[in-house]
């Protein structure tokens, strides 16, 4: 992998897995991240999909599919209480929601490389189509779904469900993810400009993540459940072996800065 990756990008890599210097002052996204580089499991799925999502960007092209599996995968196989940090990390300033919104490296998985974003029929449209992406969505519609008689927030014990569903449309051709770094606000990368007679389904379809009460309340209340989260991994991120391999990264760096000036 280290010869199709320059050293600056190698760089960029190694920065991202073992969360930015910033911690201090209370960044819980970093926490989040420095939680998932301690647990062996969560570290090597993430470096996977940030190889494969960040790997060809710099030559202009994004390997996709290859990207968005290696994205379906940490999330179905790495351990939950990590990966949902890593994505819901609640934030109260716009470093920490930037670095949440960079969770998964957007520009390949998320929006593509910087093009105007496409009709969300065509999104849900592939959706539909995909086997991928149907089930994941129907599972997704009927675990955030707010019933009248919940007066629009999730049923009791619906959260966490609602949150996996989520979690789990990330890779798909739906991805969404956190619009802005001032806000929790999610969508997909897809609008509802050019979607005429169908206008009304297209923006049904939006407001699953734009307008979902269920939804935002269950990434809220994460919030709520973070202590615990962390507690958990308390010990593995403590321990001796880890600090080693931290301090051996970190004394590689320069040398690898000094190689890109070469
Ligand atoms: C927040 O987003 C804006 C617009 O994308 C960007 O210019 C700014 O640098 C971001 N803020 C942080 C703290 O990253």
């Not at 202009?60 to 990966?83: D, E």
């Not at 459940?225 to 403590?238: A, K, R, T």
Request: aromatic share 6%.
């Amino acid at each position: 992998m280290a010869h199709c990756l320059g050293p600056v990008l190698l760089l960029l890599l190694l920065l991202l897995l073992l969360g930015s210097a910033s911690s201090a002052g209370g960044n819980r996204c970093v926490d989040a991240a420095e939680a998932c580089t301690a647990n062996a499991l969560c570290q090597r799925l993430r470096t996977k999909y940030v190889a494969q999502c960040l790997g060809q960007v710099a030559h202009g092209s994004c390997p996709r599919s290859r990207c968005h599996r290696a994205l379906r995968r940490f999330f179905s196989l790495g351990p939950q209480a990590l990966t949902h940090a890593l994505l819901f990390c609640p934030c109260t300033s716009p470093a920490c929601a930037e670095r949440r919104r960079q969770t998964f490296v957007p520009a390949c998985a998320f929006s593509g490389l910087g093009h105007e974003p496409p009709s969300c029929l065509e999104a849900l449209d592939a959706c539909e189509k995909s086997l991928v992406c149907r089930p994941r969505l129907l599972a997704f519609q009927a675990s955030c779904a707010s019933t009248p008689s919940s007066q629009d927030r999730c049923l009791r014990d619906q959260g966490p469900r609602c949150l996996r569903t989520y979690a789990g449309l990330v890779g798909t051709a739906i991805t969404p993810n956190y619009v802005d770094n001032t806000s929790a606000r999610v969508a997909p990368w897809c609008d509802c400009r050019a979607s005429g007679n169908r206008h009304e389904e297209c923006e049904a379809f939006r407001g699953l993540f734009t307008r979902n009460r269920c939804l935002d309340g269950a990434i809220q209340s994460f919030d709520s459940q973070w202590p615990s989260i962390l507690q958990d991994q308390l010990d593995s991120h403590h321990n001796p072996g880890q600090r080693l391999l931290q301090v051996s990264l970190q004394s590689i760096l320069p040398v690898l800065a000094l190689q890109s000036l070469l």
